[in-house]
């Protein structure tokens, strides 16, 4: 290793000044959903405009084209494994990426998301997509401009992607998800006999008072991980994730007086992605590489917590006699671990995609993928949008859709302007399945460990493999090096099958 | 009125750039002494120095200096009271002061701050002054370095004093402050008698749960104008108020489970503070203009709502039925209105600032400023700094100091280098004294409106005259605008015997 050049010194200074600020936003945005009084929302539009400006200002700036060039040279002798040779590539990637979107779109984008989002909320408390669908075609309009913005891509979705899972591609997801689709159509079909069933079948139907299901949650949070002295747990309507450094982690959760497992279920979920961000490395924390690498193996982080340790059989037995003793008589007498294991694992048809259970849940994405598909090529009309999610409805997941609130209007996302943003959900269940195959093969007692509580081999495994490395290793390269895989649906389908059948679905 | 040219547009832009960031700072300051769990700190220090570094850059931008000299023909036509004339005054001082500390140097205070703060609260752990004496030694000649910066003023605490309290002089300050404090060791010496009773003589005593202290204090708030949708009350060890915006306000207090009026007086105080911010007007909100003038204005709000509402003989007769209902059975049935108001206004003689009451706290104030300018002068050593203390508590109030946690050690300000912030507790005083003189004359029914719990008169008296102007006069011209009156003593000595005579305490 020669010794680094002054540059690569100048830039970390500026990358630390510029984490430092998303930093900041992700506090307003956290504080935006727990904390802020409703009539703060105006003031806090500008304060978040103002640090997006300077930020893009910041990451912008050509000084930052001229370090990466003066460094190229001392980086092609160095490790390519390097934090600092990675760092290079990430921040290359940024600045150029920003540098081509010109200020005054960006900031319509920035216009129209809010606009957006609030001709959505009107249209969703209307049940009228007709209010919404300006917004929706300027949005589109506004992705066709931002695609524009780069070297040609072999479909225009791929830009969107990038955004939030880096070098994915349409070419290979569409048929990824054809045959996760195809493949969940038959089981769905096979295992959602109990349709009519509520979720979670009962179990947690208490009522709980929310102070009561937060002692209980914090009973098991505190036992998975959660450190007293570095998070916090706040309720919000739509619960989240945020870190605001590797020592001060946010996570929220949701509350169904009538339902438990809505709570216990949104908390091991968002302890997966607070893990996540807990684990970074120290020494890259104040870098962009001490972010996460991608939405997809974030989620693929709070659905292992949530899906593969939460719904497993062990965790189920390990977990059922601490509910009992922290929300009292509220749980059946009945209910025994076998029968919380049955009853977390239903497969039932449902119209609403965050209500939906594992199995389900991604045909819920797929529909969601294949329509912004169609309307980026142009092939479906905006106008003609709530016919075909109604169709799409019935032919993957056998619903009729009664109106548009509980149908098109039902999601934040196309409303916010996040095109590309839907499919890293699914992407994050077929990950963690391809980490737990490669997980169960380092740690043979895990079974046995999650029937006993004993979650520290876990974390560190995941911390060692994933959670450390940030944004180091782009996502397909991170997924290669751990598993030694590509993606691809099959280790979901099998853990899925599994499970199901282990689990008197199926 | 000429039409403004485009460099007031350019300037008013920067300047609402510069104002997000500081509300963002506040935000950051909020969430770090209410909500951030303890180990976000080291991050915490990041985010803060890199929005203070980009502030300051931006604060000291040439093109501000630019874009001043460019307005200034245009100015000198305008009506000299305009907003924009002031605006200009606003941000010519604020510019040019920033613009004179050299970079390096508002960096080393600020480490310093740092560190002193942390020397301090090691100090104070300890009780022992000496684990503190070389931060403070640091602090006050990095403040010499800081005077030296400006045009050699009459004395040097005046620079200190001009960023808490823009323009009030060292010359005007000692003679009214030594007027003060020999007239209150008299009333001390006359009125506390009953130097061993408790604060607010039991009356609050409790035990009252927390819940139940903060839904009587809510009801109380709500009463005297808190908006639900614009302000948050949280608790806090070391209660404050910060606006993140007008319709975004954010009070605190902290609970004592045996004295109610702990939280009751310091929530009345902090609803003081935020009913200010939240006055100002809109059309400010987002300059230097739109915040509060000055701190001792601030203070003479804050004090106004806790001791000349909150301790007056009509509100304690509108509240007490309100918090016998919130609270139950805690309040003593042989408590009635007038002893309510003769407990909450006793004098005595006690070792901690912020345990003081009305009176003896001004002598607390008044000898921190004394030896303040002692220690700027060279005339007082640091290492003399306790014995000085103890003397002086002694000489002023009569009390003898233990140790030096519960003496020179009880205050976080010197710890944290702020210099001249002292004095502008007592000047709330004197100010709001000087303001309920004139506000009497406007508002000839205020005792019973105070009675009633009718204080809408009140809050528009307060909005109309004080707040909505924000920073628009400097504090010396609005006090005399207000009360056509300069900045004494009497009216707060006046006012102080009057109620003491009242309560039976003299």
């Known amino acids: 290793m020669t010794e680094a050049p ?148 072999e479909h225009p979705y791929d830009v969107l992607l990038d955004d939030f899972e880096p070098g994915l591609t349409t070419a ?22 109990n349709g009519d069933e509520a979720r979670n079948n009962g179990v947690f139907s208490g009522p709980f008072e929310v102070d009561d299901q937060r002692r209980a949650l914090m009973v098991v949070l505190e036992e998975v991980g959660y450190d007293p002295d570095g998070w916090r747990l706040d309720p919000a309507p739509h619960p989240f994730a945020q870190s605001l450094g590797p020592t001060d982690v946010r996570i929220t959760t949701r509350y169904d007086l009538h339902d438990f497992g809505v709570a216990h279920f949104s908390a091991l979920h968002e302890f997966g992605h607070g893990l996540y961000e807990a684990g970074i490395a120290p020494e890259l924390s ?44 509220g749980i059946p007498q009945r209910i025994d671990a076998d029968a919380l294991y049955r009853a977390v694992n239903s497969v039932q048809r449902s119209l609403i995609r965050v209500d939906a259970d594992e199995t389900t849940y991604n045909l819920h994405i797929i529909l969601r993928f294949e329509l912004e598909l169609a309307l980026m090529e142009g092939a479906l009309s905006v106008d003609d949008l709530p016919a075909a999610w109604n169709e799409g409805m019935m032919r993957l997941l056998g619903v009729e859709v009664p109106n548009d609130a509980n149908g098109v209007l039902q999601d934040v996302h196309w409303g916010a302007g996040l095109f590309g943003y839907f499919p890293t959900y699914t992407l994050g269940n077929l990950i963690a399945a ?73």
């Open 286 to 329: 104040r870098s962009p590489l001490g972010q996460p690498v991608s939405l997809g193996i974030h989620e693929s982080q709070s659905r292992l917590w949530e899906n593969l340790v939460g719904r497993s059989r062990p965790f189920c037995g390990w977990v059922l006699p601490i509910l009992r003793e922290a929300l009292g008589p």
């Open 6 to 153: 002054a540059e690569l010194a100048a830039l970390q200074e500026r990358m630390a000044e510029l984490t430092d600020l998303g930093r900041i936003h992700a506090m307003l945005f956290w504080d935006q959903n727990t904390m802020m009084p409703p009539n703060g929302a105006g003031a806090r539009a500008d304060h978040s405009a103002t640090l997006e400006v300077i930020s893009h200002d910041k990451l912008i700036d050509p000084e930052i084209g001229r370090l990466l060039a003066a460094l190229e040279p001392w980086a092609a002798g160095e490790d390519p494994d390097s934090d600092a040779v990675r760092l290079l590539a990430a921040v290359k990637h940024d600045h150029e990426k920003a540098a081509r979107v010109p200020t005054e779109l960006a900031a319509a984008m920035s216009h129209a998301d809010a606009l957006g989002q609030q001709a959505w909320q009107e249209a969703r408390a209307a049940s009228d997509f007709s209010v919404f669908r300006d917004a929706l075609e300027r949005h589109i309009e506004l992705r066709h401009r931002y695609v524009a913005c780069f070297e040609p891509a």
């Open 434 to 506: 391809q980490l737990w195959t490669r997980l169960e093969q380092d740690l043979p007692e895990i079974d046995q460990q999650l029937a006993t509580g004993e979650l520290a081999p876990l974390r560190d495994w995941l911390r060692e493999h994933i959670h450390r490395h940030g944004r180091k290793f782009p996502p397909r390269e991170l997924l290669e090096r751990v598993t030694g895989d590509t993606l691809r649906p099959e280790p979901f389908l099998d853990y899925l099958r599994a499970k199901l059948t282990d689990a008197g679905a199926l």
């Open 172 to 193: 290979e997801l569409r048929p990824l998800f054809a045959r996760l689709r195809d493949a969940l159509v038959d089981l769905v079909a096979s295992a959602a006999g």
